[in-house]
């Protein structure tokens, strides 16, 4: 591992022009990462094709997608507060344990053939705990890795580089392990995964200043957070877009069990490369970011991304080639990350750093959080309506979504450059 970490490091210092990989921690977090997420997104794949492959219901897979996200939304806001309290790193240390502890028991219960659909709930419930505390802890910990603050914008682009890379190699990698050697091996892979997340906490060299422990309660803490999202208007403006893009923009990652299996007449393999496909493109979005400089112009690109994620969800509907399908993806997978790493990248460069994490919460709630909701609408719409119409419905949805944002961009411009000229002028 080590010297793989080091030809890692060369690499990327001497043939590319990354800022953020100058500070050694970060190159530890990306190795690490990338590995773990790998495997945490293989296990996204195989639980749902298991859960279809033993009830044969889209209802029932878009209630255990709800189930197993719900954690992670009720989860979300209390990470937030323990982030802005606590050591980040000393949380994700421990938030990585309890994930390889509940990814090896389900890695056991497939093995030795006790696993069914009440078992695969109750564990996926367990995952979206883990879930819920570890991505605003994650997201806000990037800042900590950076020794300059302006490889901080370069860090987040390739924070989401590193996920969407994850995303793509673990689907993939998942889907051929479904088709040849089964579930289990992907939740093993997940498990023995985490073991490179842990080695890289373990090896950084981190300042770590004394925790001033707060006297204000939890829930007023949480509240003071809320109410900064409310009233800085580029974090609620940018968050509100978020969460539409989460509950209907991704809708269609909880059917495409559904397209694989029944409309393109696929197997598990055909599930991996549907999964995958979207994360090509997500790759291409955040390597385009990780070469841009500064934030301006971002706004206008966030605004844009839901309308080309309808645009694409409409057209994936009514495709019934395989590869057709795959190359549809691949564009709804660059405009849903550019839409979510651009998201990320405005908020943390002008977030005051007294609510980083609590911001970042909100944000993750934004996304991630509404994933439960998604699952489920986009279940149940697929139940009454059929997979292809829901899809229509929500493409619908995220073009409402680009038109109302579009109507307030100008305000939310100007807010956003009177704060980078702020903060410009004290850092003169």
Known sequence: MANLYQRFSKQVRFKLHLPAFRSRNFRLYFLGQTF?????????????????????????????????????????????????????????????????????????????????????????????????????????????MVTEREDLANAIALNSIMLSSSRLFGPALGGILLATVGAGFCFLFDTLSYLAAIWALASMRLNRPAISKSKVSAWKSLKEGFNYVQNFLPVRMIILLLAIQGVFGISYTALL?????????????????????????????????????????????????????????IAFSVSRSFLLSLAILVFVGAAGTLQVACSNTVVQSIVEESKRGRVMSIYAMSLVGMMPFSNLIGGTLAHYLGAPQALMVCAIVCFLGSTWYGQKLPDLTRSIQMVTASRQSVNL
């Open 36 to 144: 773990s997420l790998s495997g945490t997104f293989m296990t996204q794949v195989a639980v749902p094709w298991l859960i279809y492959d033993l009830t044969h219901s889209p209802w029932l897979l878009g209630l255990a997608g709800f189930l197993g996200f719900l954690p992670t939304l009720i989860l979300l806001p209390l990470a937030g507060v323990l982030s802005d309290r606590w050591s980040r790193h000393y949380i994700l240390t421990i938030v990585q344990l309890l994930g390889m502890v509940v990814s090896g028991t389900l890695t056991a219960l497939v093995f030795t053939g006790m696993a069914n659909f009440q078992s695969l709930l109750l564990l996926s419930v367990l995952l979206g705990m883990v879930k819920g505390l570890d991505m605003p802890i994650r997201h806000a910990f990037v800042s900590e």
């Open 257 to 313: 069990p559904v397209f694989a299996a029944d409309i393109l007449r696929g197997g598990a393999s055909s599930l991996g490369f549907l999964s995958a496909s979207g994360a090509v493109g997500s790759v291409l979005a955040c390597v385009y970011l990780s070469q841009r400089r500064g934030i301006a112009g971002l706004e206008r690109t966030i605004g844009l991304c839901p309308a080309v994620i309808g645009i694409g969800l």
